[in-house]
Every structure is written in structure tokens, then in C-alpha cells.
């Protein structure tokens, strides 16, 4: 469960099923077992286009950097949820494509063909796109990915603001644990498709936890700063 004003970080291994979880709980894969529930109401059994207006993805990789759009372009596409695909843009719909520019620094590059773009910018693009949805619930596979120090700091600092100030509910994977320990309020470890613990950072970043996901090759130390859990790889001597 991921409520409303929490941020939610899925860690776990490669492969462990941290972007099948993501594509479950966005209404791109069935299943197998169990359900996926929107306020209390399954997702399979709302009409396609009003998921889509409640929960957006920005996925770790994605095609639109080699098609002819611009960025601003690329970023409205979001909004098709809300207007379909032949109305024109409403003052709202500019809006919320504008604000979701500035809020990732792509106002300059607006006009830019996305075939331009760096990996660091095409990321940017796709989290704008997925905040320009206007969504309630933000899932966001791997977003720190390509992205320098700034921008990394930038983008933790503005999903605890989407969290806390806006209420959306933020599910997003992550590998650097150190990170997920920093911007969310639960973590949940993944291994081998199965949710092996669930708690706070403080709770499930110790060495006994991660040791038999990870491997025993782990050291966890206290920030000396905040004392969040920081974890490195054990030094061979």
C-alpha cells in the first residue's frame, strides 16, 4: 500500500521485478496472481483513460527520443488523458505542460528536438512528462539515472515536495540505496519477483536484511550528517 503524501522506494537487486511491479501498478501488465487497487477499486475494472489520469509512469527508457517532436511537444503529450487525442489544449493543459517545464529546468530547451538531447536531458523530459499528466499517484522507474549530482539532489528534493506539499502518492526504483534512504519515508526490498521486507530506511538498511539479497560484502554506516543509513561495498583487502 502507498498512500497519499508518502514516497515509496523499491529496491532489490537486477531483475528482482522492480519495473514489472511499476508496469503492474500502471495497467501495463496483468498480474498473474493478486490485484492492483486504485482508492480501494481495481484498475482492471476502470476505463483505461481515467488510470491514466490518476497515475502516471515515467519509465527508465523510452522511444520518444528518436521521434520528430520537441520537447514541449513530448511533454504534452501528457495531457491526452485529460482532452483526448484531437481536442485542442486548453489555458489548464499549457499551464500544466509549462509549470512541469520549469520545475526540471527545460524551459530553454522547450523548442529542442528531442533526437538532440543528452541521456541527462531525455530523463528530465520524461519526468516533466509524467508530472505534466497532473497524476495522483507518480511512479517513476530508476528517474536519477544519467542524471548528474545537481540534477540528483534536484529531483529527490522536488518528490518529497510532490509527496509532502502536493499529496501525490511516489512509487519509484531506485539502485543507490544510500538515495532511496534519503528521499523515502518506506523502502520495500525486492528479490526474485517477492517482497522479502518493508519498513523505514533505518528499518531495512542493516547489514541482516540486505546481506542475504545483496551478498555479505556490504558496509552500512550512519550519515554524518542526518545519521541515515549510507551502504558500501565492503573493501577487500
Known sequence: SVRSGEVCALIGPNGAGKTTLLHALDRLVTPLRGEVRLDGVSIWSRPPREVAARVALAPQRAATAVWPLTVRETVQLARAPHRGWLASYTREDNAAVTRALERFGLIDLAS??????????????????????????????????????????????????????????????????????????????????????????????????????????????????????????????
Open 112 to 237: 529542442r528536438p528531442m533526437s538532440t538531447l543528452s541521456g541527462g536531458e531525455v530523463r528530465r523530459v520524461l519526468l516533466a512528462r509524467a508530472l505534466a499528466q497532473s497524476p495522483a499517484v507518480l511512479l517513476l522507474d530508476e528517474p536519477l539515472t544519467y542524471l548528474d549530482l545537481h540534477y540528483q539532489a534536484e529531483i529527490l528534493a522536488l518528490v518529497q515536495t510532490l509527496a509532502r506539499d502536493e499529496g501525490l502518492a511516489v512509487v519509484l526504483t531506485l539502485h543507490d540505496l544510500a538515495l532511496a534512504a534519503l528521499c523515502a519515508d518506506r523502502v520495500v526490498l525486492l528479490a526474485e519477483g517477492r517482497i522479502c521486507a518493508h519498513g523505514s530506511p533505518a528499518e531495512i538498511l542493516t547489514p541482516g536484511i540486505l546481506g542475504p539479497v545483496y551478498g555479505n560484502n556490504l558496509e552500512v554506516i550512519p550519515h554524518p550528517g542526518n545519521g541515515l543509513p549510507i551502504v558500501l561495498p565492503r573493501r577487500q583487502s
